[in-house]
């Protein structure tokens, strides 16, 4: 079947520590995107891909980087210098504009 | 520009009572507009897509939602509330044009809350 597949499903993050969100999709999406739940503040968008080798910042991207190698894979990588990284994280895709989102299952990370 | 506003952050009803969750978009152009559902520590899935097509959409678990172009809204319905729909709502929005490529714009989400 497919589906997007986020791993892991727990990640728990020491201070100082870079941390890397798989992201891996087997719908043949162009477009990917990434974004960051907290409680009471809904969906934030932080990277997004439209095509292999390229991405836009999304509104909180500072902190975070991404890749696009591949059109199947898009990680997410939690740098240092993001100071208030526990969240859920939720990456998508999209054919297109009438399609609306396919969601994998999320990433919840905590800081220890 | 896209803007997509859900009236109400929380909701509650009585199992068996009608369920209306609110969602108001603004857009320059005709958009795509969608409802999703969240249960805890899961991803959201879709319940239902206007694409203009037909402004009455039904969807999945008993679920629709009518397009009103005059009020600009996409309110999501379901007739009688069970204890399993319980979780957080989400209406969200693209725009059929120009190069956004299918990116949505988010409604800050309604949680749904379900009394025996």
């Known amino acids: 079947d497919g589906g997007i597949t986020q791993s892991p499903k727990y990640l728990f993050r020491k201070e100082g520590q870079n941390v890397t969100l798989s992201c891996e999709q087997n719908l043949n999406h162009d477009a990917m995107y990434w974004y960051r739940q907290d409680p009471g503040q809904g969906l934030r968008l932080i990277y997004y891909?439209?095509?292999?080798?390229?991405?836009q910042k999304g509104d909180i991207a500072e902190g975070y980087s991404v890749s696009r190698e591949k059109k199947e894979s898009f990680p997410l990588t939690v740098t240092s210098a993001q100071k208030n990284p526990t969240a859920f994280y939720l990456c998508?895709?999209?054919?297109?504009?009438?399609?609306?989102?396919?969601f994998g299952s999320g990433t919840r990370l905590t800081v220890v | 520009a896209q803007s997509v506003t859900q009236l109400g952050s929380h909701v509650s009803v009585s199992e068996g009572a009608l369920v209306l969750l609110r969602c108001n978009y603004s857009s320059s152009v005709p958009p795509y507009l969608f409802w999703y559902v969240q249960y805890p520590n899961q991803g959201l899935q879709l319940l239902l897509k206007y694409t203009s097509a037909a402004t009455l959409v039904k969807g999945i678990n008993g679920f629709e939602a009518e397009f009103k172009k005059s009020e600009t809204s996409f309110h999501l319905t379901k007739p009688s509330a069970h204890m399993s729909d319980a979780a957080e709502y989400f209406c969200a929005g693209s725009n059929a044009g120009g190069t956004s490529y299918g990116k949505l714009t988010f409604g800050q989400g309604t949680i749904l809350t379900v009394h025996p």
């Open positions: 998508a895709s999209t054919p297109g504009a009438a399609y609306g989102y396919t």
């Open positions: 891909s439209q095509i292999v080798n390229d991405f």
